[in-house]
């Protein structure tokens, strides 16, 4: 067993920055009231106050107004608060209309498909070789049932950045409101919506290093959207349950943790890692684009071998990854992602997704690279694929 | 940190023995496929004199337990007579190698198959099929329990996914209850042709689906 972990998994999640800890400890232990009103005890106004300037610092970050973000336990719920509250708002009154990608994470694609079984139209938008959403296939999509286009800001398997820009004008023109799942995104590709004309969107904490469970919703002033989450007056009434002190403020001190130099360095790694991979090892291809891509994202297929041995050679070096195999994931489904940019099953099953992070180096870089080269090497002797085509190129 | 395989699979799996090609196999056969995620071919070599398995190799595409499967039966399958080596068993491989995840069965299980297949296709080849049974609708069901349903790893009669079978003078048609184009349609239409396409009196296969 390797003694050094080297951990290349940052999209799945991130380790917590022990600063956002330190920023966390008072408000488990000291401060550990709920949020009141002005009205309320000392403990409660003071949790209050670090809410809103939690608060404050994320709406900053995404160029919005304090009172048009609110928070989630994560993307995941605030995606389904896109989509189902939307629906809800305006299913009866605008239409039953609503267009997603093909290629985005299960929050958005298993809500739409909710949405379908109750009697909404979803469109499902294909996505080219590099997995950009067409737009004037976008355009032409929209009808005037349309409510809602959710299109992800970046790719949670491939790192593809989508032009949010070109798709908020085209909203904006069709009078359509657009969600963008950020959540790989946030923080590490610029997101101003006072440039961009998005309507919604999905962030988390735990990709950037801050605490898990923790995750927002920012909705530009005068969006139509009903409450999903019943109970209290929480969120500006559009998300009951208690707010979570600890995490908002761990998370907005994640964000100002995360800097320009940082984000350059991972895409050092990143382009180091892809550069290296390419032309060291041979029947191998990037999957998505090389330059519009996540600055801490690579993904690449390794042909005629299968992503789980892959993994479990590399866990042995010490070394975490995450395939798009099927017999990694638990639905023993191949990744939807790879068969959406028009790549086969082969394809897939022999995906490896390398993330980037703040405790990552370009000496884990190199181990890698040097690891997957053996590993590769050694599990295409095994293998029955592809002996016919050592010599051709690929 | 825990694995979840053995020592054994784990074993097997970054040392796997009698991997490649025999040149020249006196059987061979090749079970599942890259889109069900696991594929393995298995070569066999015969004494005729003692009807024993002189030599065996093996190639996988998959997961470890695959990979360690595809090993652990080729030890197994060495020496042994050709009537012993095809009754060897999964739990037989899985036991020799300390037993396998029960979520792995289907990627482990094609190992177990692909030797089975190679000998039969051994016996096809050299006239050694003692009767020629006539193919009626079970023996057509009894084959497509090899072909595995990508979406759930069992096979596709289990899961209901075959919705109908029919024999008529050498031609079979088989009804599949997926859309025409369903992420696994063409996976599912090839492995069935495969199957089915070697009993020694089908003249046609057809693969139909519902929508």
Redesign the interface.
Known sequence: ?ADKFIYLDNAATTRLDERVLEAMRPYFFDTYAVATSEFGYSQGIEARERLDEARGVLANALGAAPEEFIFTSGSTESSNIALKGVALALGKKKGKHIIVSKIEDFPVLHSAQALERQGFQVTYLDVDAEGFVDLNRLRDSITNETILVSIQHANQEIGTVQDIEAIGRICREKEVLFHADATHAFMRVPLDMKTIAVDLVTVSAHTIHGPKGIGGLCIRQGTQIAKWVDGGFQEFNLRAGLENIPAVVGFAKAVELVTLEETKRLQEMRDHLIDRMLTEIPHSILNGHRWKRLPQNANITFH???G??IT??L??HGIAVSTG???FSR????SHVI?GIGG???RA?GSIRFTFGRYNSLEDVDTAVQALAEIVKELR?????G?DKEKEEV | ?K?PYTDIV?EH??H?RN???IENPDGKA?EGS????????VYIKVDPKTNTIADVKF??????S??ATGSIITELAKGKTLDEAKNITWKEASDALGGLPKIKAH?SVLAVEGLRSAIQNYEERHGLVKEKVPTTVEIVRQRLRKVVN????LNVVRTNLVQDIEVTDGVVTVLIDLPQDH?FAN?IKDEVLEKIETLWDVKEVMVKFTE
């Open positions: 067993m005629y071998v299968e789980e041995s479990l050679h866990d042995m195999s099927a017999c639905s023993l489904e191949a068969l086969d099953h082969e099953h002797k095994i293998s029955p694929l002996k | 940190m694995f784990l799996f970054r796997p991997v490649g090609k090749t890259p889109a069900c995620g696991d594929m393995v071919s190639e996988s595409y998959g997961c470890a695959n990979i990627c990508p979406l759930t790893g992420q996976t």
